[in-house]
């Protein structure tokens, strides 16, 4: 039975709805967590509430789990804790959209360092030009915060370690590896919350927006995901992921008021590129894994 337009259509909406779902569920999350709570303590709530709802989705205890996928789990999930928490510092100080752009620069690093062809330098060329026209050199005039700027490029770099721990654990059940993934990182981050915030954690306001902003940004996205993996070509889900900076900025434009300069979204737009092109040329090359609670 041959599908309709509109379903063929279903896929690309779904990977819109993700990248849109993440985009709200983070902008709440800083303009009403932050407040209360600061960085540390909206991560501890974001990744704790998101890891109770996944191990109920799923129930993870229901599968055997070998040693080795044990420890690459473990390792997978310590980073997709700091990878949150970094990211979430970064917030603190720069516009959303330009963190998001500066985290991406992680996993796509790891996709054009595992293909290695004459066409990658295209795409160093491009995320290199755009990086360099956010990071604070003392050359392009930034004004973006230094700090900021480090715990983005932290927060990358802990991304692009996720995606080579969860590689190890990628013949297992996407939602063992989540969900299991979600408990380790909330481990790691949950005591730094704690620390940092106390008892406030535990108020009805956070807890009720914590476990919002958890659904939003993590349940609602890894659905629609899991819906348009089975539907889209790797390279076409990866094209359409790629929209994820820009939807961000967009988003915090209209939610939090943060206007980016021309020169700021023309970086935006070569570190997108670079990320559709590498996309578009990564061929049989297997995808780099999707983030699935932070951003």
């Not at 070998?66 to 310590?78: E, Q, W």
């Not at 030009?129 to 956010?134: K, P, R, T």
């Amino acid at each position: 039975m041959t599908a309709s337009p509109f379903q063929r259509f279903i896929p690309f909406l779904a990977v819109l709805g993700s990248v849109t779902a993440l985009g709200f569920g983070t902008s709440w999350a800083k303009q009403i967590l932050f407040p209360a709570v600061g960085a540390q303590g909206t991560t501890a709530v974001r990744v704790g509430l998101s890891a109770v709802l996944m191990l109920l989705l799923w129930r993870p205890w229901r599968w055997r789990l070998s040693r080795a996928d044990a420890v690459a789990i473990a390792c997978y999930g310590a980073a997709l804790g700091a990878m949150n928490l970094m990211f979430y510092m970064s917030l603190r100080t720069l516009p959303f959209g330009l963190a998001v752009a500066i985290e991406f620069s992680g996993p796509l690093a790891v996709a054009i360092w595992s293909s290695r062809r004459a066409v990658d330098f295209v795409w160093v060329a491009l995320a290199m030009a755009g990086l360099g026209m956010l990071l604070p050199l003392g050359l392009n005039g930034s004004v973006l915060d230094p700090m900021g700027v480090f715990y983005a490029l932290a927060a990358a770099v802990f991304w692009a370690l996720y995606i080579v721990f969860g590689k190890r654990a990628g013949h297992l059940h996407a939602g063992h590896t989540v969900s299991l993934g979600l408990l380790v990182a909330a481990l790691v981050v949950v005591p730094v919350g704690v620390v940092h915030a106390g008892t406030t954690l535990l108020t009805p306001t956070v807890l009720l927006v914590g476990l919002a902003v958890a659904a939003i940004s993590s349940a609602i996205p890894i659905s629609l995901e899991m819906m348009a993996l089975k539907r889209l070509p790797k390279e076409a889900f990866g094209i359409m992921i790629s929209m994820e900076p820009a939807v961000a900025a967009v988003l915090a434009m209209g939610l939090l008021g943060e206007h980016l300069s021309f020169n700021q979204w023309l970086a935006i737009g070569l570190i997108v590129s670079a990320s559709m092109g590498t996309a578009m040329t990564a061929g049989r090359s297997k995808p780099a894994l999707r983030e699935p609670a932070a951003a």
